[in-house]
């Protein structure tokens, strides 16, 4: 029993020091690691920040781990700098052999470390590796396979974005403005031709929020494939919506026909989108349409019908008034009492806002 003891007592004692060793040890590689950085930021930043006047033959080596420091301050470097200080920097980190060591640490078992490679592949615009990254955009890690796809628009954008429109529409775990911001970076044109054809291709869920933040790429070039796109398929009630979303933001006149025609749409929210579409592109003729919204049954629908209505440039407050005063239902007219005072206050003249301020400035006499 007394053996017992020691042995037990022993085996805390190990414990104890194994565990005090570790904390030891973690905090000596912790401090080795941060000593590590403060040197080589002294030594790369200055070098980093005039990449113009650096000699490339004098520039010092790097081991392994200072070669990871040097990744950080070189991406760093690379993201808001112009075109030209760009080609330099990656000039410099190819003659120290960033390249080569980036392919190494793309096949790291860290993750962390697998990012940063692809994120310096992708600055480098290196296309040796583009078999390599183009087989992680399949990959389940949600978050390394987004940064692959960054990595080639990068390195190519044109020959990236056949291999990515198939993908977007099927990552669920890809959030759709991220890649609306991705997307991006290969220009507006060719971002919003991509966004429609990866919502043609994938899931409606997917689609129809990929389709909603086509008017951030600010390009009409994504307007005629969406149209076609409503014209060869019928689509689901949330892509529809989508659509009709985008045509008020884009306010061509050339949508007014699928506006028009889907404010009786038997989907609420697809009417809602309707009406507050036709507020945005409408004309005088639209104003029945949307008075007939005014007593649809859905209070959502009543509600961005009445915006609508007073957000028509044919529209008067004379009208909305008079409006007011003959609508046969007390919601409709609950609706349009918000509109009405709204639009009083869009259309009142300046001065009249600032009372207080005229006063002031009034000089008086003594």
């Not at 006149?253 to 809602?272: C, M």
Request: proline letters at 6%; charged letters at 20%.
């Amino acid at each position: 029993m007394l053996e017992l003891w020691y042995v037990t007592a022993l085996s805390i004692a190990c414990m104890i020091l194994l565990l005090l060793a570790g904390i030891l040890l973690s905090r000596m590689s912790r401090h080795a690691k941060e000593r590590r950085r403060q040197r080589v930021t002294a030594l790369w930043q200055p070098l980093l920040e005039q990449c113009h006047d650096a000699p490339l033959d004098g520039l010092p080596s790097l081991t392994p781990p200072e070669h990871i420091v040097f990744l950080y301050l070189w991406n760093e470097q690379s993201e808001a700098k112009s075109d030209a200080t760009t080609a330099q920097l990656n000039r410099m980190a190819r003659h120290i052999g960033t390249d080569r060591f980036a392919k190494g640490l793309l096949r790291s078992r860290l993750l962390r470390r697998r990012i940063l490679a692809l994120v310096t592949l992708g600055r480098l615009r290196d296309r040796s590796v583009w078999q390599e990254i183009s087989a992680l955009l399949t990959h389940p890690n949600s978050f390394l396979a987004f940064q692959a796809a960054q990595a080639l628009l990068l390195i190519d954008a044109t020959a990236a974005i056949p291999l990515l429109v198939p993908l977007i529409g099927r990552r669920t775990d890809w959030s759709p403005l991220k890649i609306t911001s991705m997307l991006g970076t290969a220009g507006p044109d060719l971002a919003s031709e991509a966004i429609v054809q990866a919502a043609r291709q994938g899931d409606p869920v997917v689609a129809s929020r990929l389709i909603r933040h086509l008017p951030t790429t600010k390009s009409p070039r994504g307007l005629s494939a969406l149209r076609h796109f409503l014209h060869k398929q019928p689509p689901s009630d949330d892509v529809l919506a989508a659509c009709l979303f985008v045509f008020g933001e884009f306010r061509d006149p050339t949508d007014l026909h699928v506006i028009r025609t889907h404010l009786s749409n038997p989907a609420w929210y697809v009417r809602v989108q309707a009406a507050t579409a036709l507020g945005k592109l409408g004309t005088q003729d639209d104003e029945a349409r949307l008075i007939a919204l005014l007593n649809d049954e859905q209070w959502w629908v009543r509600y961005r019908a009445g915006e609508a209505l007073s957000s028509l440039k044919s529209m008067t407050e004379e009208k909305l008034e008079l409006l007011q005063a003959t609508l046969p239902t007390p919601e409709a007219q609950e609706i349009l009492a918000p509109m009405l005072a709204k639009f009083r206050v869009r259309h009142a003249p300046h001065s009249a806002h600032r009372p207080a301020d005229r006063v002031a400035l009034t000089p008086t006499s003594s």
